[in-house]
């Protein structure tokens, strides 16, 4: 409206002084979000078959009461579902690494605290689960692991905008 | 008044209903930006809380209930979880969880099920045997809990022990899945006398028992004990070693015969399995020679 005709001091900031971000990271960030998504649609239907094998390898961390094994158990695959849903249709991308990136930590603390303890078992991360002979542990693998999608859920923390989401057709 | 006043004031009045439209027009934005954030926040939180408790409340009914809705004849504990072989009376108790498809469970009874068998028909012991189902969770297919539904078939016929006996002698390798094939099951109890019969094959065929199966696998996870064989003789743990001593065919039968010192001897048969031709079955439908 004012235009050209806006004298020097009616200068505005520009909204909410925005860093400007790289083109290209819009791009990647989306290649992040739907690797993300599918880790954790992975996940999910992996654990999603047997509702007592998926109790029982949350039982083996030995870190709940037996209550709230089931509850755990039981939700866990849905949980993981829902945050591949909300990344690959990109709603609400920071909220949702921010929750990816508190339950992975939570899963490095729980496969650490078995390893520090000397339980054996299977993280029961991609289905699976339960107790294993000593040999069979894998636990520097499966934090490693861990750590490589805890990075992606890092980057869409830092970089939440990407190409292709519902937070970018929200904000229009 | 003079004229100069009079457009200095319009002029400021002018500027006032700029600015003001300006800081509207950018609290509009600003509120707008709110409220879609609290949109995108809201529907994260709504779709993961539905996710939670759609979870709960799914899983739990799809999950196999831990009494079973029906088990196998003979079969005892309070939710009908065990299979007793041998006299119930015996003075010794062993206890024995084990899977079909577990490669150290074939090779202990490979070594042990003639001892066994032995001490059960001399009325020594009474085993608790618990057919455990977890090694498909960890390798592909399906053979532990077939396997373990067809063991519940063949007590129900009366022939637990000595299918039991020929499955663990005829144990494919552990990532072969022979026993997931319910065809290669039933063509196993046709070295049982009077085993094979349609109400057996269609016991398997249906998977009968498989409800019963996963109660008692479930009742297994919570029982503490972490690996199969798990084996116990009157509560405590002689596999694979009873204390200092390695357990041996010899040892088991000395053990026993300790432990029953002095007291009466069980009647056996009374659990209504049929002598064993155990010893003497074929070995000759192994589908693997080198399982174990």
Redesign the interface.
Known sequence: MAGPAAPPGDCVPTPAARRTVPAWTQPLGTAVRLGLAVVWGWAGLAKIADPAEAAQAVRAYELLPEALVKPVGHALPFLELALALLLVIGLGVRLVAGVSTLLLLTFVAGIGSAWARGISIDCGCFGGGGHVDASQTEYLQEILRDTGFLLLAGWLLWRPRTKFSADGWLAG | MDVKATSEKNREGKRNA??RM?AQR?AD??AS?RR?KL???G??FA??A???????I???Q???PETPAAAPAGTTGDKNLVIPVGAANAPSVLTVYEDPRCPACGSFEREFSATIDQLEDQGKISTNAHIVS?ID??VPGKGSKSGANALACAQDAGHFRDFHDVLYRNQPEETNDAFGDKAVLISLAKQVNGLDTPAFEACVNEDRYGGWV?SV??DF??SGY??TPTVLLNGQPIYPKNGNDQITPANLAKWVDAANQGKQLGTPGSNGQTPAPTAAAPEANNPSPNAG
């Not at chain 2, 539905?50 to 709960?56: E, L, M």
């Open positions: 700029r600015e300006q950018e934005e600003a930006r879609k949109i995108a926040g529907s994260v779709v993961i539905a996710a939670v408790v759609t979870g709960v799914v899983q739990n799809r999950s196999e977890f969770r960890a996963s696998q479930q996870d919570k972490r690996s």
